[in-house]
C-alpha cells in the first residue's frame, strides 16, 4: 500500500467506545444482571498443598437461599494420563485448575461453589462445607521445589525416570558452544532470579451464566477469547460447542491473564443444576491467590567474545515457576532471550517446574522478560570487560533480514537494527547525568503470532459500514479497524462502525493476545472488503450497463476505469446502498482465515534513574523505548501500547513481587501490599515508533503490544549498575533490597 | 439476619430511598441497588480509586464507605457528571480526545478524581497532575494520555470559566 496516499492508516482517530466508557455505560463483565439472577461464591482451599480425603456439601446444600452446590465432580475429568491439548493448554491441568481433584496444589485452590439468592448467603454457606484434609509438605521457591528431597506435587509425572517438579523442558541448540566457547578472550557467566508478578488488570475476573431448559447456555464475561471461553467451557462441562453463546463483555484489562477460564464452567454447572443465571465476581484477594501471576525465575547465562569484540557464544539455563500444573511460560525466557542476536554459537534451554503456587497464566511476551532480563545484564557485563558502547555491542550483533536465530527462523525483513541505530541518536543517549543517577540499555525481542480470525463487512442500507470481528478489544483494536476499514473502502472511518461479536455471530477468532489482534484481524478485514467493493462494482456495473471489469472503486466510489468504459457520473456507497434490492440483494462479506507472516518484533530502551542513598528508592526519571512497529495503524494506541509495557516492567523490576508467607499462602494479596506504579512513580514514558513495515500484512503491521515489556527489566538494572557499580541478579530491586545492598554489595545478587 | 435501615441519598440531583442492609458499602449500593454500573469496583481497599465517586463534591473511594454513612448527602456517580442534555463534562471530553484510556475499567474513577481536583486546582502543573491522580491506578496506560486529558480539561474549564 502507497503510504502517501494514506487518509486514515496512521491517524490517531478517536475510538468508537470512548463515550460509553467515559460516561460510565460500557458493560463490563460484572456489570450485566439477569431476571431471577443468583449468586456463586466459591470454596478456596486453606492448605497450600494437601491430599482431599473427603468433601461434604450436604449442610451448604440444606442452607436456607442456597440453590445449588458443585464440586469436582460436576466438572469432566480428563485423566492425567492423556493430553488433552487446547491452543497452549492441557485440559488435563485445566479441569484440575479450576476445581481441585485428588489434592489441592495452592492455598485458593477451589474445592467447591455455591450459588445463592445473594452473595452473602452463598460465601456463608460455603463455610458449612466439610473438608477434611491429609496436609502434606508444601514447595514454592524454584531451588526448593527441584531438590531431590522436595515434596512432590504429581507423583505420575517424571523426569529422568523418577517422580519430579521439572515437568518439561525445551532446547534450542545454533552451531557448538564449546567450540565457541574455546575461541572467548571474555566469559561472563551469571545467575540472577526473579519474583511472580501479577498482570495486575484491575477488573477482577467475573461472569454471568445462563442455562436454559433446553440446555441453551449463554455466557457474558470478560476474557481475552470468546472462542476460548466457549472451547474450554464445553469440554470441562461436557456440552457441545453450539449450544453456548459466550458473549464477550468489555475486558478491563487482560495482559495474558483472561486467556484461561476460572469461573465460566463453574458458573455454567451451578445455572445448570440450578435453574437460574449465576452471577460470579473474583474480589481481589482471590484474583491476586488463584489467577495466575507470572512465573517466578532462576536462570544462569554465560556469553564469551574475543577481544575485539566479537560474541562467539552464548548459553542459557532458564528455569521457570509453572505453578500447581504444568506449563509456564519456558519458550518465551529460553527463545527470546537470544534472538536478538546473530551469534554463531547459542545453547538455550528452559525448564518447567512446579510448586504449590497458583498456576501461571500469561503475561505481556510470557518468559521473555525474564530471559532479556538475564540475557541483557550479562551483555551489558561484556560491553563493560571489553570497553565498547553497550549499543554500539548490540548493533554489532544486531539480527537482520537473513539472520538465523537459534529458535528456529530465518528473520525476513525486521527493523532491530534500526532501533539502535535511533537510539544512538537519540538526545536522551547523550543527556548529562548527575550524582546517584545511572543510565541503562537493552534490547529485546517477541515472537508475535498470527492465526484464525474472522470479519464480516456489510454495507448498510443507507451506505454506511458494519465490521463485525472476533477479538475482545483490550486496547484500541476497534479504533484500529476502523481506520483501515475506511482506508480501504475510501470513506470517513466515522461512517464504520466497528463491534465484537460474540460466538454465534461471528466465525471463529483465536485469542486476544500474541500481540496478533490487528495484524490478524487487518487481514480478514481486508480480504472481506476487498469482496464488498468487488460486489460494489459489479452493482454499479449493472446500473450502468457495462462490464463489471470496466468499473474501478476509488475514494469511496464506483468510476468508469477508462474513457472506454463510458461517460457516468460516480456512484457513492449510499448510491449503490440504496439499489441494492433491485441489483442482487444486500452487500456484505465475510473471510475466515488462518494468518501467516506475523513476524518478530524488535526493541531497544534507555533508561536513567536516580537512587536515593537514605531510603533505597530508585527513580525512573527518564524513559525512551525505540520500537519496530511495522505500521502504526493508530500510532496513539501503539504508543499506548508501548508507555504501558514499559510501566509494567518499571513494577517488575523495582516493586512488585508475590511475598509467600511460612504456610505457604501469599502474604501480599491486594493493590496496599502488592505496589504497582502510580502515575507519581513514572516520568514521561517516551515512545518513538520505527516503522518497518511487514512485507508479509497488506498494511505492514507487525505486533506491538507484547515486545514493550521484554527489555525493560535489564534497561532498569543495568541503569541502577550505572548509577551505584552494583549488579542486581535478584528483582525486585525495592528499597529495602537497594538499601541493604548499599551497605553490603553482595547483598545485590 | 442483616440489620437494614432506610436511607434517602441524593445520586446524580434525584433523592432516592432505599431500605439498605447496614454492611452494604456504597459502591454495591450504587452497583446493585440503583444499577449505576459505572462505579467500578477493583480493589474492594480503596488503593485502586476505580469506585471512586463525589460525596458532597469531594471525591471518595466508595468502597470504603457504608452506603449509610452517605444517608442525607449528595452522591456524584459517572453517570451524573455529563450535563442533563448528555453534554460530556470537559473531563470525560479530554480523556476521550487524548486516548486518556485502553482498556476503560479504571476511566471513571480517573474521571471523577479529575473533576474533582480541577474544581480546586484550576491552574495545575503537570506535576500536580500526576500527584493528584496517584490515588488511581491505571494498569494499562503509563498515564500519558491521562495527563494530557487532566491538563487540557483544566484548559477548557479555565477558558468556560
Redesign the interface.
Known amino acids: 500500500m502507497n503510504e502517501m496516499s494514506n487518509k486514515w492508516i496512521g491517524q490517531s482517530t478517536i475510538r468508537p467506545d470512548g463515550a460509553e466508557k467515559v460516561t460510565g455505560r460500557a458493560e463490563f463483565a460484572a456489570d450485566t444482571n439477569m431476571p431471577g439472577m443468583i449468586w456463586g461464591s466459591v470454596l478456596r482451599s486453606p492448605h497450600a498443598h494437601a491430599r482431599i480425603v473427603s468433601i461434604d456439601t450436604s449442610k451448604a446444600e440444606a442452607h436456607p437461599g442456597v440453590k445449588a452446590v458443585v464440586t469436582a465432580q460436576d466438572i469432566v475429568d480428563f485423566p492425567v494420563d492423556t493430553p488433552v491439548p487446547l491452543g497452549i493448554q492441557d485440559m488435563r491441568w485445566m479441569c484440575r485448575n479450576i476445581m481441585a481433584r485428588e489434592k489441592v496444589l495452592f492455598h485458593g485452590h477451589p474445592l467447591a461453589a455455591v450459588a445463592a439468592t445473594s452473595e452473602a448467603i452463598a460465601a456463608e454457606a460455603c463455610k458449612l462445607i466439610e473438608m477434611e484434609y491429609e496436609v502434606l509438605p508444601w514447595v514454592i521457591e524454584i531451588e526448593d521445589a527441584i531438590k531431590p528431597d522436595a515434596p512432590i506435587l504429581h507423583e505420575y509425572l517424571e523426569h529422568d525416570g523418577k517422580p519430579s517438579n521439572i515437568t518439561g523442558t525445551l532446547e534450542h541448540k545454533l552451531g557448538d558452544v564449546e567450540e565457541g566457547f574455546a575461541q572467548a578472550d571474555v566469559i561472563i557467566e551469571r545467575s540472577f532470579t526473579t519474583r511472580p508478578v501479577h498482570q495486575g488488570y484491575i477488573e477482577p475476573h467475573a461472569c454471568l451464566v445462563s442455562v436454559a431448559a433446553d440446555g441453551k447456555t449463554t455466557i457474558w464475561s470478560s476474557s481475552q477469547g470468546q472462542f476460548m471461553v466457549r472451547a474450554m467451557t464445553a469440554m470441562l462441562t461436557d456440552m457441545p460447542q453450539s449450544d453456548i453463546r459466550a458473549i464477550p463483555a468489555e475486558i478491563g484489562g487482560g495482559f495474558g491473564g483472561k486467556t484461561i477460564v476460572y469461573l465460566e464452567p463453574v458458573a455454567t454447572m451451578l445455572s445448570k443444576k440450578s435453574g437460574r443465571p449465576v452471577k460470579m465476581v473474583m474480589s481481589r484477594e482471590d484474583v491476586m491467590r488463584a489467577s495466575g501471576p507470572t512465573s517466578g525465575s532462576m536462570s544462569t547465562v554465560k556469553i564469551g567474545a574475543t577481544k575485539d569484540g566479537q560474541i562467539v557464544a552464548a548459553e542459557g539455563t532458564f528455569y521457570l515457576q509453572a505453578g500447581a500444573l504444568p506449563g509456564s511460560p519456558i519458550r518465551g525466557a529460553a527463545g527470546c532471550g537470544f534472538a536478538p542476536y546473530n551469534i554463531p554459537n547459542v545453547h538455550s534451554v528452559g525448564i518447567d517446574v512446579v510448586s504449590n503456587r497458583s498456576k501461571v497464566a500469561a503475561y505481556r511476551a510470557p518468559g521473555a522478560p525474564i530471559g532479556a532480563f538475564a540475557v541483557e545484564s550479562v551483555l551489558d557485563e561484556v560491553a563493560e570487560a571489553l570497553n565498547i558502547d553497550p549499543l554500539e555491542l548490540r548493533l554489532r550483533h544486531a539480527a537482520r533480514e537473513g539472520t538465523k536465530a537459534a529458535h528456529g527462523p530465518t528473520y525476513p525483513l525486521i527493523g532491530f537494527v534500526e532501533t539502535i541505530e535511533a537510539a544512538i541518536e537519540h538526545p536522551h543517549y547523550k543527556a548529562p547525568l548527575g550524582k546517584h543517577q545511572g543510565r541503562g540499555v537493552a534490547s529485546g525481542f517477541w515472537f508475535n503470532a498470527g492465526g484464525e480470525s474472522s470479519a464480516q463487512v456489510n454495507i448498510t442500507e443507507d451506505g454506511n459500514v458494519v465490521v463485525t470481528t472476533g477479538h475482545p478489544d483490550i486496547g484500541g483494536s476497534r479504533a484500529a479497524i476502523a481506520n483501515v476499514a475506511a482506508e480501504l473502502l475510501g470513506i470517513d472511518y466515522r461512517r464504520v462502525s466497528v463491534l465484537i461479536g460474540d460466538t454465534a455471530t461471528v466465525g471463529y477468532s483465536n485469542l486476544t493476545g500474541g500481540s496478533r489482534v490487528l495484524f490478524a484481524s487487518a487481514m480478514a478485514v481486508t480480504d472481506s472488503a476487498g469482496q464488498v467493493i468487488t460486489t460494489l462494482c459489479e452493482r454499479a456495473a449493472k446500473i450502468w450497463d457495462i462490464d463489471p471489469d470496466a468499473v474501478t472503486w476509488e475514494d469511496g466510489e464506483a468510476r468508469p476505469a477508462g474513457d472506454n468504459a463510458g461517460q457516468f457520473e460516480p456512484l457513492s456507497l449510499a448510491d449503490i446502498a440504496a439499489q441494492a434490492t433491485q441489483t442482487g440483494g444486500p452487500i456484505g462479506h465475510g473471510a475466515q482465515l488462518n494468518t501467516t507472516g506475523a513476524q518478530g518484533g524488535f526493541a531497544t530502551h534507555i533508561c536513567d534513574v536516580e537512587v536515593d542513598m537514605d531510603l533505597g528508592i530508585v527513580k525512573v526519571l527518564r524513559y525512551t523505548s525505540f520500537q519496530d512497529v511495522g505500521r502504526a495503524v493508530h500510532p496513539a494506541y501503539v504508543e499506548g501500547q508501548m508507555q504501558g509495557g514499559v510501566a509494567q516492567g518499571i513494577g517488575w523490576a523495582l516493586n512488585e513481587e508475590y511475598i509467600f508467607d511460612k504456610d505457604g499462602h501469599v502474604d501480599n494479596p491486594g493493590f496496599l501490599d502488592y505496589r504497582m506504579p502510580v502515575c507519581s512513580d513514572l516520568p514521561m514514558l517516551d515512545a518513538v515508533m520505527i516503522e518497518v513495515p511487514n512485507p508479509a500484512h497488506p498494511q505492514g503491521v507487525r505486533g506491538v503490544g507484547e515486545v514493550p515489556l521484554v527489555p525493560a527489566l535489564a534497561a532498569i538494572a543495568n541503569a541502577v549498575h550505572n548509577a551505584l557499580g552494583l549488579r542486581f541478579s535478584s528483582l525486585p530491586m525495592s528499597p529495602p533490597k537497594v538499601l541493604a545492598a548499599l551497605e553490603m554489595p553482595e547483598a545485590a545478587e | 439476619m442483616?440489620d437494614k435501615r432506610e436511607i434517602t441519598v441524593t445520586i446524580n440531583g434525584q433523592a432516592q430511598t432505599a431500605e439498605v442492609e447496614t454492611?452494604t458499602n456504597l459502591a454495591d449500593f450504587l452497583?446493585h441497588e440503583l444499577?449505576?454500573?459505572?462505579?467500578?469496583?477493583?480493589?474492594?481497599?480503596g488503593?485502586?480509586g476505580?469506585c471512586t465517586v463525589l460525596v458532597d463534591g469531594a471525591a471518595v473511594r466508595s468502597c470504603l464507605m457504608l452506603a449509610v454513612q452517605a444517608d442525607g448527602h449528595e452522591v456524584t456517580?459517572?453517570?451524573g457528571?455529563?450535563a442533563a442534555d448528555g453534554t460530556?463534562h470537559p473531563v470525560?471530553?479530554a480523556?476521550?480526545?487524548n486516548?486518556g484510556?485502553?482498556?476503560?475499567?479504571?476511566?471513571?474513577g480517573m474521571?471523577i478524581s479529575v473533576a474533582a481536583f480541577l474544581k480546586d486546582n484550576p491552574n495545575p502543573t503537570e506535576a500536580d497532575?500526576?500527584?493528584a491522580?496517584?490515588?488511581?491506578?491505571?494498569?494499562?496506560?503509563?498515564?500519558?494520555?491521562?495527563?494530557a486529558a487532566a491538563l487540557e480539561a483544566a484548559e477548557t474549564m479555565r477558558q468556560e470559566g
Request: glycine share 10%; aromatic share 8%.
Open positions: 442483616a454492611r452497583r444499577e449505576l454500573t459505572g462505579t467500578h469496583v477493583g480493589c474492594e481497599h488503593v485502586c476505580a456517580s459517572v453517570e457528571l455529563a460530556l470525560q471530553e480523556f476521550w480526545k486516548h484510556l485502553q482498556c476503560g475499567f479504571c476511566t471513571p474521571v497532575v500526576r500527584s491522580i496517584s490515588g488511581n491506578i491505571c494498569r494499562c496506560t503509563g498515564y500519558q494520555g491521562i495527563v
